[in-house]
């Protein structure tokens, strides 16, 4: 319920992105909120992040990874292919949540 009311405030919102991101519901939905209540596409920062755990301190891609907390980590350099490409296939009707009731709330709120 507070969510759009602390959006409002925000001018910046800095999401970090994991492979995962684009298919979950409530992420989109925090995106929608901050765009609904006045914030700017252009003031949305998307910071990949790095599965870790299996690639010993790299990306799948290769690319060094900074600000390593846990298996994830932020990833550095300029190609952010996957990012891209889940973004531009991105479907609200295919984004999942843990709950059908929210999933069934949050595309009514976003699809109207």
């Known amino acids: ?7 409002a405030s925000c001018k910046e919102m800095v999401c970090l992105c994991g492979p995962t ?15 609904q209540m ?9 910071c990949p992040l790095a599965d870790l755990s ?20 932020v990833v550095e350099g300029d190609d952010n292919a996957h990012l891209r ?11 999942s949540c843990s709950l059908a009731s929210d999933k069934e709330r949050l595309r009514g709120v976003m699809l109207h």
Request: net charge negative.
């Open 1 to 7: 319920r507070l969510l759009p009311l602390y959006l």
């Open 21 to 35: 991101y684009f298919s979950r519901l409530w992420c989109i939905v925090e995106l929608f909120c901050f765009v």
């Open 38 to 46: 006045g914030g700017s596409a252009e003031n949305i920062h998307l």
């Open 54 to 73: 299996a690639s010993g301190g790299e990306g799948d891609d290769g690319m060094h990874a900074k600000s390593k907390r846990g298996d994830a980590a």
């Open 85 to 95: 490409a889940a973004i531009d296939s991105f479907d609200a009707t295919r984004a």
